[in-house]
């Protein structure tokens, strides 16, 4: 039996204030296939995440919204959705660095993710098997489960990795990233990095979305250059990765290079 796509998007638009900032007019993703969807800001690329996660939905063009699948499905309940696809971003991130949601034990953070909440869970609701997947996966990404610390207290780095446990929580196999290492230093980024590394290698798809040729990790081998909301190129990442295309693609004298398996950029 076929396996659906993780996602399947067929002549999807996204129009705001007249402007049309997304155009798709087929773009397959399987499950299983780590990528990186990659282009400069405003080229659509947390326009086409938060499709997917059901923040907003494409426009209606001709009386036609086009059609987005995920799982083979169309019709989703946006709280069972996120219980199949983990999704961090440094906007998530942000909101638990403040109000109820900052005062937060790196423990509860973590909790709220079985209930796609924000805000620390009902006592009925915390069962001792959601207590130890969250002590898991806490000990996984090398936060301490004990730690009495508001997460808004916590170091970028270690809030970021608190937010990626929150995410697995629920076992999804597949995780979307909106620039998952933003706002870090080098040291927090490659620890993030080095982290993400194993959970690919451990069966968990990714979907990176950046414009930081350094987060591009080696297990993502797929590469969606998007200009403008459309795409570029959809080719493998040493097609993808090169000078020329990111001379084309950020329209400046780039140029990359690749030291072991990890790439990096400056202009010439």
């Not at 039996?1 to 993780?6: D, E, K, N």
């Not at 980024?189 to 591009?216: F, N, P």
């Amino acid at each position: 039996m076929a396996v659906a796509p993780l996602v399947e998007l067929l002549e999807v638009v996204v129009e705001r204030n007249g402007f049309r900032i997304l155009d798709l007019n087929r773009l397959v993703i399987p499950v299983g296939e780590n990528v990186v969807l990659f282009g400069p800001n405003g080229s659509g690329k947390s326009t086409l995440l938060k499709l997917l996660m059901k923040f907003f939905y494409p426009s209606c063009i001709l009386d036609r919204a086009g059609t987005i699948r995920i799982l083979g499905q169309e019709a989703w309940n946006v709280w069972e959705l996120r219980s199949q696809l983990g999704f961090v971003s440094s906007e998530i991130d942000h909101h638990f660095t403040t109000g109820r949601s900052g005062r937060l034990s790196p423990l509860d953070a973590v909790l709220t993710g079985f209930e796609s909440s924000e805000l620390e869970l009902d006592a009925s609701l915390i069962t001792p098997e959601r207590i130890q997947a969250a002590t898991r996966w806490l000990e996984f990404f090398e936060i301490d489960a004990h730690c009495t610390k508001h997460v808004s207290w916590l170091s970028t780095g270690e809030r970021r990795r608190v937010m990626l446990a929150r995410s697995m929580v629920h076992g999804a196999r597949s995780l979307l990233l909106d620039e998952p290492t933003a706002g870090l230093d080098i040291v927090a980024r490659e620890k993030l990095l080095i982290k993400l590394e194993e959970l690919t290698r451990s069966g968990i798809q990714i979907v990176l979305v950046t414009h930081h040729l350094e987060e591009i990790i080696e297990p993502i081998q797929r590469c969606i250059l998007l200009q403008s909301g459309q795409v570029l190129l959809d080719a493998a990442i040493d097609v993808c990765l090169t000078s020329h295309w990111m001379n084309i693609l950020f329209d400046a004298p780039v140029n990359v290079s690749k030291t072991g398996q990890r790439y990096s950029a400056c202009l010439h």
